[in-house]
Structures are given as C-alpha cells and as structure tokens.
C-alpha cells in the first residue's frame, strides 16, 4: 500500500477557490494514475478528477483542474466556484499503472482519509 494524505480541505465562502493536495509518498506519479473522488453522508463516492501517468488529465466538470509536481509527489485539485452542493469529503486515490521500462509491483489501489470541504452560502 501506498500512503497518501490529503490537505487543504476547510470552509470556503460560495464562489470562492480551494485547491487541495493529495501527497502520494515514495513513488514516482510518472507510474502511478491518481484520481480525486468525493462523497457526502448517505451518497456513494463519485469521481470528480484524475491525472494519468502519462500527465493527461480529466475532470468531471471544467472549473476543476487536475495538475501534479513530481518532484514533490504531489498532485493538486483545484477548484473553482465553488457551491454548498460542492460540499464533501474529497478523497485521492492512486493505483501503479504498467508502462514502459518498469513493473508495478501492486496493482492494489491505495486511498487517502480525506479532507473535508464545507462551501458555505
């Protein structure tokens, strides 16, 4: 398994930014595909963002973005205007993806706790 931990969750006032952070240690994101997802009590976990290994990146909605800082193993979700519906536990996933030149030695998926984001109105 693969530790990871979110930050950067807290109140935000509607209309305003947060950018997360979902810190994936010792491993090289050039190998491993990362995803943000999001859950609220009583509703299933729904996929927001996510950025491949090879840098592509897609989100769910266009006011989020998706980016990475490999030297820090990082990857970052941004998000723009934000809405009491935006209102979650945002979750970062990451799971080994095979390419060229390496073997993943797991293919389990690992996941973060969470941050806690509360948009108020």
């Known amino acids: 398994q693969v530790q990871i931990v979110e930050s950067g969750g807290g109140l935000v006032q509607s209309g305003e930014s947060v950018t997360l952070s979902c810190k994936v240690a010792?491993?090289?994101?050039?190998?491993?595909?990362v995803n943000w997802y999001r859950q609220t009590p009583g509703t299933e976990r729904r996929w927001v963002a996510g950025i491949h290994r090879d840098g592509e990146r897609n989100s769910v909605e266009a006011r989020f973005s998706v980016s990475r800082n490999i030297a820090d193993s990082t990857v970052y979700l941004q998000m723009n205007r934000m809405t009491p519906e935006d209102t979650a536990v945002y979750q970062c996933s990451a799971k080994c993806a095979q390419g060229p030149g390496y073997v993943c030695i797991s293919d389990n998926t690992s996941w973060g706790q969470g941050t806690q984001v509360t948009v108020s109105s």
């Open positions: 010792k491993v090289n994101l050039r190998q491993f595909n």
